[in-house]
């Protein structure tokens, strides 16, 4: 069982260590590290706080999923009961199915009211999507780097050799993306201790500025969330009891904690490393008509570049005997960014599952088990490929749209979803669900930080917007 929380742990680790490494330092150009600190920290308290709303809700639907058996149970039972014994048992045995696996989409339906569930289920996909777009264009751009070839060649080979493993051997994802988790944590390490080095350790002037505290608030949320997107499939895997619930919790808390240390030491090395402005680097073989090179966080950010990139720069210019150090670094990148396009792809083509075992539910134009079954697995399978291949097109349009999809448009959507979440817990505890017992209960002291999260996702929200307007407002100012 034990292998089980490893796994869970392992798996959030990769859902959230990415987007960190890509983006977080490129927006340090202006704050400087201490002001980040401050954002970061307060989402990843709001990401711990999700964690513990997320365990709630799906108790809440097991629950719930459990309540409404009994009760179909009960009432076939006495309408049975006149005729033959016998017929009772086998209503019993026809009805075991009915509890589902949980899924997001199951979440929705069963605590969402009205049109809210639908405008989750699309949330969900669209943030999905725009992640797998983001680690398309980062890992595209990495094998780009390391290889020498055009990362608009590599696209293709990367977003479709990927789709095929997660929808065809979906059921190996688990064990599939611990181990890859595991030899990212291990180069991590190892990048950032030889990193540190070669290196003086630090910018004579960086310089920490608390006006612009609010660059990274929208990309430190980024950052540190994506364990809701694979809590579901990892919560089936262990039994409905309070000490293998609070282990399950207790795991994935630590992810995002080791995911926050993780992403706070790398933005410290790549800020001790890559000036925050200009610093012209100039070739050591220098000629006499060659362009200089500005190298810089502000620089890479203007460009779309992802964090590594100036980093390697840097490394190769000035200290050209370890140049071994820029191949780790790379290589580092490219697990770290196939391992996440793998699980939110696993988390993508989960919810669809989930969508498409709702809709046959209510089928009975199939007569065997086998054969709906089989048209469950075609049917998500097919439409798992068509949203594959609408990322596919997108990252080829518009490979240099790296930290604007992922700062801004990937952000308010992220926001709303949590939103939505915040709503589930609180109509979990109202009318005919607030009697559903459940094994751990959300703490009480905790219960008032639910209007907490809100308001702070509603001022994400509101400042994210602000930035997307700004630049037709004031125009002259951009």
């Not at 009760?71 to 049975?80: F, P, Q, R, S």
């Not at 240390?261 to 060659?290: A, D, K, M, T, Y």
């Amino acid at each position: 069982m034990n292998i089980v929380y490893l796994e869970t742990y392992f798996v959030t680790v990769s859902s959230i260590l990415g987007t960190g490494f890509l983006g977080l330092p490129l927006l340090l150009d202006k704050s400087g590290l201490y002001p980040f600190l401050v954002t970061f920290l307060t989402a990843s308290v709001v990401q711990i706080l999700e964690v513990f709303f997320t365990v709630e809700i799906l108790q809440k639907s097991y629950a719930l999923q459990v309540k409404h058996l009994k009760e179909k149970l009960n009432a076939n039972i006495d309408e049975t009961l006149e005729d033959d014994s016998n017929n009772a048992g086998q209503a019993i045995l026809s009805r075991q199915d009915v509890i589902r696996p949980l899924d997001l989409h199951l979440l929705g339906e069963m605590l969402l009211f009205y049109g809210f569930k639908y405008v989750f289920d699309g949330l969900i996909i669209i943030d999905l999507s725009c992640y797998l777009i983001v680690y398309a264009l980062a890992g595209s751009e990495s094998f780009g780097e390391l290889l020498g070839i055009k990362y608009l060649y590599i696209i293709p080979v990367f977003i479709w050799c990927l789709a095929f493993i997660i929808i065809f051997a979906v059921s190996y994802m688990g064990a599939l993306i611990s181990t890859f988790t595991f030899l990212k944590g291990v180069l991590f390490s190892l990048t950032v201790i030889v990193t540190l080095f070669v290196t003086s350790g630090g910018q004579e002037n960086a310089s920490n500025n608390f006006n612009y505290i609010q660059d990274s608030l929208l990309l430190s949320m980024i950052t540190t969330s994506g364990s809701i997107f694979v809590m579901p499939f990892l919560f089936a895997k262990i039994e409905n009891d309070s000490s293998q619930i609070k282990k399950y919790r207790l795991s994935v808390v630590m992810a995002v904690i080791t995911c926050a240390i993780l992403n706070i030491i790398w933005c410290w090395v790549v800020f001790g490393i890559v000036p925050q402005h200009c610093s012209p680097i100039i070739e050591r073989n220098q000629s006499s008509h060659e362009p200089v090179v500005c190298n810089s966080l502000e620089r890479s950010r203007e460009n779309g570049e992802i964090s590594t990139v100036p980093l390697i720069r840097i490394i190769r210019h000035e200290h050209p005997s370890f140049l071994w150090i820029a191949t780790v670094v790379e290589i580092f990148i490219i697990i770290s960014i196939t391992v996440s396009f793998m699980t939110y792809g696993t988390a993508l083509h989960h919810i669809i599952c989930g969508i498409v075992e709702s809709k046959f539910l209510s089928c009975s134009s199939l007569e065997s088990k086998r054969s709906k079954n089989i048209a469950k697995i075609c049917t998500s399978s097919f439409i798992s490929f068509i949203f594959f291949a609408i990322i596919f097109v997108i990252a080829m349009l518009n490979p240099k749209a790296f930290l604007d999809v992922m700062e801004k448009f990937t952000s308010l959507i992220l926001y709303l979803s949590l939103i939505l979440i915040c709503f589930m817990v609180l109509s979990s505890r109202y009318k005919d669900k607030k009697n559903v017992e459940i094994p751990l209960p959300l703490p009480k002291v905790l219960v008032p930080s639910v209007y907490l999260v809100i308001i702070y996702c509603c001022y994400g929200i509101g400042y994210g917007i602000y930035l997307a307007v700004m630049p037709y407002l004031h125009p002259n100012n951009i």
